[in-house]
């Protein structure tokens, strides 16, 4: 016997004979599909009903905590809350489904992606089995940008702001003439330190050069 508990629902299925023929399978499939049962296997994942014994220990408000679909006191969705990446794209002037709004500083989230960059890689498989490997670096730029960089042994290539985002012409250059140039570190709105905004044609050059090198990518930052 297999139980699935669901919240309220508890849901008992026969455990399927192994003799059964394909045919006999694919009917005990369908019977099981026609059910229309929403299953969350997530182990580890208490139910709302659970979450509501400790409503009294933090003090919470009592009010609708899945407004958006998923309860808000329980672990989160990959993305981020709905609400916050909307927030999100109204200041960053983008679509929503392009942010993500994670619990985290945004130099851990930036120091996670060099960290897959390097052992598993993008389009030219991991950074790690690379003999060298370069980013540009806008300066003035922010040194935890370089630190990352130094960390992973990066080697970096310094490129001038512009007052309007990089010196593209210089950029395109670079990478043109060097292999093992394989992105470039971004702050496209409110630049750390200098607090310019990258204009449209400085962030259409980037996307240029990204289309025309395999792999290479904009960390921002």
């Known amino acids: 016997m297999i139980l699935f508990i669901s919240g309220k629902n508890t849901y008992q299925i026969q455990q399927m004979n192994q003799n059964l023929t394909v045919q006999e399978a694919e009917d005990h499939y369908q019977e099981l599909k026609a059910r229309g049962s929403q299953l969350d296997l997530t182990r580890g994942k208490p139910s709302s009903e659970q979450l509501d014994l400790s409503l009294d220990l933090e003090n919470l408000p009592i009010g609708n905590f899945i407004e958006d679909g998923i ?11 709905e609400k916050m990446r909307q927030l ?5 002037g983008c679509k ?17 992606y060099i960290s897959n960059l ?4 993008s389009g030219e498989g991991p950074w790690s089995m690379h003999e060298r490997n370069s980013v540009l670096c806008p300066v003035p730029g922010y040194d935890r940008h370089f630190a990352l960089c130094d960390e992973f042994s990066i080697n970096m290539i ?11 012409e210089k950029a395109k250059s670079i990478v043109s003439n060097d292999p093992s140039v394989k992105g470039i570190w971004c702050v496209p709105k ?3 330190p200098t607090g310019e905004t990258y204009s449209k044609e400085s962030i259409e050059g980037l996307l ?3 289309s025309q090198r395999k792999g290479f990518g904009n960390l921002l930052g």
């Open 190 to 192: 409110h630049s750390n």
């Open 71 to 81: 309860d808000t006191r329980n672990y989160g969705e990959l993305l981020g809350l």
């Open 158 to 168: 310094p490129i001038p702001l512009t007052g309007n985002g990089p010196d593209i």
């Open 96 to 112: 929503k489904e392009m942010v993500i709004a994670g619990g985290n500083s945004s130099l851990t989230l930036m120091a996670q």
């Open 118 to 121: 390097f052992f598993q890689g």
């Open 208 to 210: 240029e050069i990204a």
């Open 88 to 92: 999100g794209s109204e200041i960053l």
